[in-house]
């Protein structure tokens, strides 16, 4: 009889045990924040060496650099500048391609104020994307020896 009383009254307490298990609720919360972030790659070089008499010296391409971006936000594009002025009798031009959705400008020449090259960009994660550098002298362009320029791209809003 007492082994009956002392298995009802464990069945009682697991029973007891189970009626009262518990829950609670906690609130998670969560942010995302406007990401839009550019990356370039490559060492574009160019050379211009020779002409045709009579015509402006030849112009020089590098399509060795590239960018990749990543925006989850709406109307974006891209400017790019150059640091400085180019010397007399060159033009510097830049050509992003686009990524989905986007809208390249085509050939840019640099200055030193920021300028389109490419808009409507939206929600878009996309790298391997084609820069193309153009570097164009006039005769009057005086010989010049590695000078550089440093270019920037800069995600901004849309216009």
Do not use: C, W
Not at 53 to 80: C, F, H, L, M
Not at 92 to 109: E, R
Request: aromatic fraction near 2%.
């Amino acid at each position: 009889m007492t082994s009956r009383i002392l298995a009802a009254a464990a069945l009682s307490l697991f029973a007891a045990s189970a009626a009262h298990a518990q829950s609670d609720n906690q609130v998670v919360t969560m942010t995302v924040e406007a990401i839009s972030e550019i990356v370039v790659s490559g060492a574009p070089s160019l050379t211009i060496s020779t002409a045709t008499a009579g015509s402006a010296p030849d112009a020089a391409q590098s399509t060795v650099a590239t960018y990749a971006i990543t925006t989850n936000e709406t109307n974006r594009k891209i400017t790019a500048s150059i640091n400085s002025a180019m010397p007399t009798g060159l033009t510097l031009k830049i050509t992003l391609a686009a990524p989905t959705g986007g809208t390249s400008a085509g050939a840019v020449a640099l200055s030193t104020t920021a300028a389109d090259v490419v808009t409507g960009i939206a929600n878009v994660a996309e790298s391997g994307l084609a820069i193309t550098y153009d570097l164009e002298a006039t005769a009057a362009a005086a010989v010049q020896a590695n000078t550089e320029r440093t270019v920037t791209l800069t995600i901004t809003a849309g216009a």
